[in-house]
């Protein structure tokens, strides 16, 4: 068993403890967890690639969490493999592959990205993720909404480049200003109703 099914099998074992205690404590608590996930799309060749990449980075996640009160997902854009129809025997063989998916995955999906279609102007989010509110128009049930920060944040790889707060935050001053963003979720919250 290699690192990543011993990182899963130790994810879902912790969960299971963790529910377990929870619901010890308080039988009525609600206990879920939340996991970041993404929209796949395949085109025939690509399709055996997604489904292990979607298994690999996604389903696991969903698996742990199948007899939790809820889920909580963070769906920040949609990832696409197109590849050529003659590779598809290939990557057909790479999906089921262990040793030949490890050596060759890498440079497949990394060409795959070096290729992607940009994202059209105005529909991307800061990170250029593609915004895609179609989840919601396919009938998932939305129940709440977690904003991601209170306060513009530092990134792990951006530094304080993102600005996803709902108050900004000057970093020369300090000086914090509530965003127009803040006052929508306010209201929403205040009166339950979307007004678009």
Not at 36 to 54: F, V
Not at 98 to 114: E, H, K, N, Y
Request: proline share 5%; aromatic share 8%.
């Amino acid at each position: 068993m290699d690192a990543w099914y011993r990182s899963i099998e130790n994810l879902r074992n912790a969960h299971l403890l963790a529910r377990a205690a929870v619901k010890e404590a308080r039988p009525e608590a609600k206990v879920g967890a939340t996991h970041s996930m993404a929209e796949w799309e395949a085109n025939a060749a690509g399709r055996p690639m997604m489904e292990h990449m979607r298994r690999q980075m996604g389903d696991v996640s969903l698996d742990v969490c199948g007899d939790d009160d809820y889920i909580g997902v963070q769906m920040y854009t949609r990832i696409r493999i197109d590849l050529p129809r003659a590779l598809a025997p290939g990557a057909w063989l790479m999906a089921r592959s262990g040793w030949l998916r490890r050596l060759a995955l890498p440079r497949v999906l990394g060409a795959q990205m070096a290729h992607a279609d940009p994202v059209a102007a105005g529909n991307s989010t800061d990170m250029g993720y593609e915004y895609r509110p179609q989840v919601i128009a396919d009938g998932i049930p939305l129940r709440g909404y977690l904003h991601w920060s209170a306060f513009d944040n530092f990134e792990w790889a951006l530094g304080y480049r993102m600005h996803f707060g709902l108050i900004g935050v000057d970093r020369a001053t300090q000086e914090r200003v509530v965003k127009p963003s803040a006052r929508f979720l306010g209201e929403l919250a205040h009166t339950g109703a979307l007004g678009v």
